[in-house]
Nanobody, 122 residues
Framework: QVQLEESGGGSVQAGGSLRLSCQAA????????MGWFRQSPEKKREGVAS???????SYADSVKGRFTISKDNAKNTLYLEMNSLKPEDSAMYYC????????????????WGKGTLVTVSS
């Protein structure tokens, strides 16, 4: 059973930075697409960024140029570096995974973590 556990959320002022991590268990790096999603009380869940087994990445327009997704296959860890944070980035952030070769940022995922909360104050 795939397990995903997020960490790194917190409170930050607008313009600040955070790095989210997702520790993955039983995920084969060569077979899985992984991604970050977010959901706030005002919005439905939305895709933020994804990375495929070959390292190709995809981003939502709202985070392009500010967020960077990466992974460390040796550590089975997915990251999301978030810079120039805005209040509208406040949300619960979820790590997700699916067996796929290619995936866009809003791809349907099969496995989900429990989330980590990001709060950006103005």
């Amino acid at each position: 059973q795939v397990q995903l556990e997020e960490s790194g959320g917190g409170s930050v002022q607008a313009g600040g930075s955070l790095r989210l991590s997702c520790q993955a268990a039983r995920v084969t790096a060569s077979s899985y697409c992984m991604g970050w999603f977010r959901q706030s009380p005002e919005k439905k869940r939305e895709g933020v960024a994804s990375i495929n087994p070959y390292g190709g990445t995809s981003y939502a327009d709202s985070v392009k140029g500010r967020f960077t997704i990466s992974k460390d296959n040796a550590k089975n860890t997915l990251y999301l570096e978030m810079n120039s944070l805005k209040p509208e980035d406040s949300a619960m952030y979820y790590c997700a995974a699916v067996i796929a070769s290619l995936c866009e940022y809003d791809y349907d995922m099969d496995y989900w973590g429990k989330g980590t909360l990001v709060t950006v104050s103005s």
